[in-house]
């Protein structure tokens, strides 16, 4: 230790006399503690990664992280050497399953958590402490120096989501993990695929094969849509999963069924199929509540599904069922819930299940913008939990200000402060803040068909629902957020991000 700048340049982790390493904590969500001091570390030609047992899936995930922009080996050992980058699986009192702790010092990196999870939370912190063109996949010029000190974190939520509609239009599977990648790097925890909708059904289902064959067969403006197979659906869980994220899967029901409809007649209360719709209208279509098949369907369907989640949740959608009398949608709900339980899943709804009977543990969506639906109030009350995705601030669909030529604004404009300044624990008002999961940023795709659009939407607005759902409420501070995420710009830069160039945002 010991060693200063421009002091002892021949060891290997010597300190070449350059900019000062960003300081420590200069990460988006902001960590729940910091504690910088002592001397920076820097990543030699020779460092190794020491990470193994249950600490080596992360360490080879580092590994593929630095070796294209450094150009180091940087080997994989089962030993801490002077200069490593240390990952160890240890018991870690109070950190949870996703929490971490980071200590930097000149001689090596240590990140050590109760679980790979947290490795994984770490390794991004890391990695963001890291100058920006370490993102880039081609040799860079280094030094590549973090700021010494320790970083201990923990989650506020254990529920930090992104959604996005693949429905509306429809995404590849590379499309969907490079957005995994983009997410992981915020912290996100689940991935909340949009899978149905009246425009595109977007997932096959061996007992109703015309549902993806022909319901998805097209989406929004005429195109050619397209669906996953089981197996391409299971590469995205299994993708999600080596980014600690766990896949929520939503079959959209009673309304925003048209592709649905389309596919089987016998699914329409008059037996009429209606053709496949590419427009935008919502609330025009909806199951036949009344018929016993529609119970056949949905319960195939999602026993299919439950069987390709590994993780807990089954969202049943249950949005603008406009085309659905308030009975009916009470009566639909009553039937499909169960069916949800029996799978041993738990029910994820839009908020407008709390209008009908949300049964035991299930998780309301909120998505309204006013956060005084009497409702949602008395569920939570009650016991429903809510996740928090108010349109005016958590919805990346939403144009920026008006001249954003992506997007909708039914929700208003949302500026980036605008997606940060909200509180996701006193958002409803008089819901006990106990009562709130997590938060979600949904990206509905009725304006977006290539990568570029769901970066340009979502960055750098979901950093901000993210640092929500991780950063204690204590540390939010729109100063220090926004000069935190103009940091990241120049990362976006080298990951090939293109983003939204907010004039409240310094960018560097
Ligand atoms: C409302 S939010 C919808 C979606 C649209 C979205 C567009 C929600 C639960 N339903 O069907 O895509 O607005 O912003």
Redesign the pocket.
């Given at each position: 230790s010991g060693v200063g700048l421009g002091v002892g340049a021949a060891g290997p982790n010597a300190v070449a006399a350059a900019a000062p390493p960003r300081p420590l904590g200069q990460v988006v969500p902001e960590p729940s503690s910091v504690q910088p001091g002592g001397a920076p570390y820097t990543l030699g030609r020779h460092a190794v990664i020491d990470a193994s047992g249950p600490a080596a899936q992360v360490g080879q995930y580092l590994a593929g992280l630095l070796r294209p922009s450094t150009g180091y080996a940087l080997p994989l050992t089962h030993d801490a050497r002077p200069g490593a980058i240390t990952l160890r699986v240890a018991h870690m009192p109070g950190l949870g399953g996703e929490g971490y702790r980071l200590d930097v010092r000149d001689s090596g990196v240590l990140i050590e958590a109760d679980a790979p999870a947290g490795l994984f939370h770490g390794v991004q912190t890391l990695r963001q402490l890291l100058p920006a063109n370490v993102e880039a996949r081609t040799p860079q010029a280094g030094p590549w120096t973090v700021a010494g000190g320790t970083i201990t974190d923990t989650p506020r939520y254990a529920y930090r989501g992104a959604m996005l509609?693949v429905a509306?239009h429809f995404f590849t599977v590379a499309q969907v993990e490079r957005y995994i990648d983009e997410l992981s790097l915020y912290k996100i925890n689940y991935l909340h695929l949009h899978l149905t909708d009246d425009q595109g059904w977007r997932i096959a289902v061996d007992s109703w094969p015309k549902l993806a064959t022909y319901g998805g067969s097209t989406e929004v403006g005429g195109g050619p849509g397209g669906y996953y197979t089981k197996a391409q659906y299971e590469q995205i869980v299994r993708y999600a999963a080596s980014r600690f994220m766990t896949v929520v899967p939503e079959m959209d029901m009673p309304a925003?069924t048209n592709a649905a409809l389309a596919s089987y007649a016998d699914l329409d209360c008059d037996g009429v199929a209606p053709p496949l719709y590419t427009g935008t209208n919502?609330g025009f279509s909806s199951l036949c509540v009344a018929k016993p098949v529609t119970y056949t369907f949905v319960a195939d369907v999602l026993r299919e599904l439950a069987a390709l989640t590994p993780g807990p949740y089954l969202h049943i959608g249950g949005?603008?069922a406009h085309s659905t009398s308030a009975a009916d949608y009470t009566t639909f709900t009553d039937k499909v819930q169960p069916i949800v339980t029996g799978l041993h899943k738990t029910v994820m709804a839009?908020n407008e299940i709390t209008d009908a009977h949300p049964v035991k543990g299930a998780i309301a969506q909120y998505?309204g913008t006013t956060g005084t639906e009497a409702s949602v109030i008395a569920a939570a009350k009650a016991g429903t939990r809510l996740v928090m995705s108010p349109?005016n601030h958590a919805?990346m669909?939403m144009k920026y200000d008006k001249s954003t030529v992506l997007g909708?604004n039914?929700a208003g404009y949302i500026e980036v402060e605008d997606a940060y300044n909200w509180d996701p624990a006193t958002f409803v008002k008089g819901a006990p803040a106990s009562a709130v999961y997590g938060v979600e940023a949904?990206l509905?795709s009725?304006t977006l068909t290539t990568s570029a659009d769901i970066d340009y939407m979502a960055f750098p607005r979901l950093p901000a629902i993210a640092e929500l759902g991780w950063s204690p409420a204590a540390t939010h501070d729109w100063n220090s957020f926004s000069v935190r995420l103009a940091a990241q710009g120049p990362r976006w830069d080298a990951m090939g991000i293109g983003y939204y160039h907010s004039a409240q945002v310094p960018w560097p």
């Open positions: 509609d509306r925003h919502v949005d603008e839009w998505w349109a919805y669909d909708l039914w949904p509905w009725e």
